[in-house]
Nanobody, 127 residues
């Protein structure tokens, strides 16, 4: 069982930046695909960004493309989400997700693709 713990959320003004971190308990985390999702009050959870374990390709939602960057440090078993030029509509709970790459179905944007989820970290962007 992989445990994921997010951190780094908080309150920031519009136009500001935050970096979220997701630390994994699994020492072979380098073989896991990772994703970030978010959920605003009253809305469904939505895809934000994803990165396969062995590929340089990153995937982003259109709403965050050019502003957010997903990265990972396999030596630290940690995946990051750098968020720049934040907007009030980015306000949400942010969730880290992971999947053993060997089990991947090819839907990196899909919630059901991932087996493990963190508890989430709240981010609020004030206007």
């Amino acid at each position: 069982q992989v445990q994921l713990v997010e951190s780094g959320g908080g309150l920031v003004q519009a136009g500001g930046s935050l970096r979220l971190s997701c630390a994994a308990s699994e020492r072979t985390f380098s073989r896991y695909d990772c994703g970030w999702f978010r959920q605003a009050p009253g809305k469904e959870r939505e895809f934000v960004a994803a990165k396969r374990w062995n590929m340089g390709t990153r995937y982003y939602a259109d709403s965050v493309k050019g502003r957010f960057t997903i990265s990972r440090d396999n030596a630290k078993n940690t995946v990051y989400l750098q968020m720049n030029s934040l907007k009030p509509e980015d306000t949400a709970g942010y969730y880290c997700a992971a999947l053993l790459s060997a089990r991947a179905q090819g839907d990196e944007r899909g919630i059901t693709e991932y087996d493990y989820w963190g508890q989430g970290t709240q981010e609020t962007v004030s206007s």
